[in-house]
Nanobody
Framework: QVQLVESGGGLVQPGGSLRLSCAASGFTLSSYAMSWYRQAPGKERELVAA????????KYAESVKGRFTISRDNGKKMAYLQMSSVKPEDTAVYYC???????????????????WGQGTQVTVSS
């Protein structure tokens, strides 16, 4: 059974830090790129950060560059999002996503191999 389970969300003050974790099971994580998305109330879901299957390449939304860091540990079947210098506009539900790729590229294979977690709430407020 394929599962992505996020954890680490909560209430944090502006300027603070938080680390989100995503635990994967039921598939071979090392064949998948991993991404973090977020969705704020009344807004569309947006890509926050992504990392290739080997961790050799990353990309970030402009709004989080220099503040957030995505990483992964294929041996532990985990992905992470380190959030620093958080702002109230970072408040959202954060979702972990895994999609199968050709090697360590960004190129997706079949759309069937695209999985989502249930989300974790992050609230930035004083």
């Amino acid at each position: 059974q394929v599962q992505l389970v996020e954890s680490g969300g909560g209430l944090v003050q502006p300027g603070g830090s938080l680390r989100l974790s995503c635990a994967a099971s039921g598939f071979t994580l090392s064949s998948y790129a991993m991404s973090w998305y977020r969705q704020a109330p009344g807004k569309e879901r947006e890509l926050v950060a992504a990392i290739t299957s080997t961790g050799g390449s990353t990309k970030y939304a402009e709004s989080v560059k220099g503040r957030f860091t995505i990483s992964r540990d294929n041996g532990k079947k985990m992905a992470y999002l380190q959030m620093s210098s958080v702002k109230p506009e970072d408040t959202a539900v954060y979702y972990c996503n895994a999609y199968a790729t050709y090697g360590s590229t960004w190129i997706r294979t079949l759309p069937t191999y695209n999985y989502w977690g249930q989300g974790t709430q992050v609230t930035v407020s004083s």
